[in-house]
């Protein structure tokens, strides 16, 4: 009775290590079988995607998914099954997102209390707008400076720049200094009934005769957020110059 006591004390004593090793073996087995894969990610944020399949993968030690957000790859250690379930779904998931098209109309409008003969006349479509301001500011003649259509989607912007001769806003030609003008709307958010433009800013590079043949460039313009309805024609900003004004009038519609 003695030797079976002792006999069951050294086999349960051995039990743990032949457990351990059994153990190691699997994992030894596990890790053997895993195999890696680099995904390219195209359209949509690569740490989204890997959030979205993480619960695909094995779970088991040594298995994982890695993301690099410069290079836009996702890079994933699994089980060859997994690694095919996770390539199916990223094909899924891994496409841009529609988003229908916004079309901005923006004209630049001369405005002054004397007329303007060498700017262009102002369209009819805007012909409403100059009446309204007309009846709300002090500038009795009105012209075109220029005038551009622009087409983007939420989230983006545009950025645009020219360059336009001082005579069409009333001032002495000065050779070689004309006047530089660019703008820029950013971040565009389409609302159920709006568009909102988070940044739009408006500048202009002026001429100006400082005394003594001496010609210095003035910034103006305006920065601003503003909210347009679809096909409502805004005023965004006014940007006063002697006795001229340059007034930006924005015009969005969304589209598919």
């Not at 349960?12 to 053997?32: C, I, S, V």
């Not at 990223?90 to 004397?114: C, F, H, Q, W, Y």
């Amino acid at each position: 009775m003695k030797k079976l006591i002792t006999l069951l004390a050294v086999l349960m004593l051995a039990l743990p290590l032949l457990g351990d090793d059994t153990k190691k073996q699997e994992e030894g087995n596990d890790n053997h079988a895993f195999k890696n894969k680099v995904f390219d990610v195209h359209s949509r944020d690569p740490h989204d995607l890997a959030d979205a399949v993480h619960l695909l993968g094995s779970g088991f030690k040594g298995s994982g998914i890695m993301v690099n957000a410069q290079l836009h790859t996702i890079t994933v250690r699994d089980f060859p099954e997994n690694i095919a379930t996770i390539e199916e779904a990223l094909k899924r998931l891994d496409k841009s997102e529609s988003s229908p098209d916004v079309t901005l109309n923006l004209a630049v409008l001369i405005g002054s209390k004397t007329p303007l003969p060498n700017a262009a006349p102002v369209p009819d479509e805007l012909l409403s707008v100059v009446k309204q301001l007309q009846s709300t500011l002090r500038y009795a003649n009105y012209g075109l400076l220029t005038a551009t259509m622009h087409r983007t989607k939420a989230g983006f912007g545009v950025e645009n720049s020219g360059v336009a001769e001082p005579a069409l806003i009333g001032m002495a030609a000065k050779e070689g200094k004309p006047i530089f003008y660019n703008y820029r709307l950013r971040e565009i958010v389409i609302g159920e009934k709006n568009i909102a433009i988070n940044e739009f800013s408006f500048n202009m590079r002026v001429p100006i005769d400082s005394g003594n043949g001496v010609t210095q460039y003035e910034n103006v313009g305006f920065h601003t957020p503003v909210t347009i309805r679809q096909n409502e024609k805004v005023v965004i900003g006014t940007t006063t110059m002697g006795d001229k004004a340059l007034i930006v009038v924005v015009t969005a519609t969304v589209g598919q």
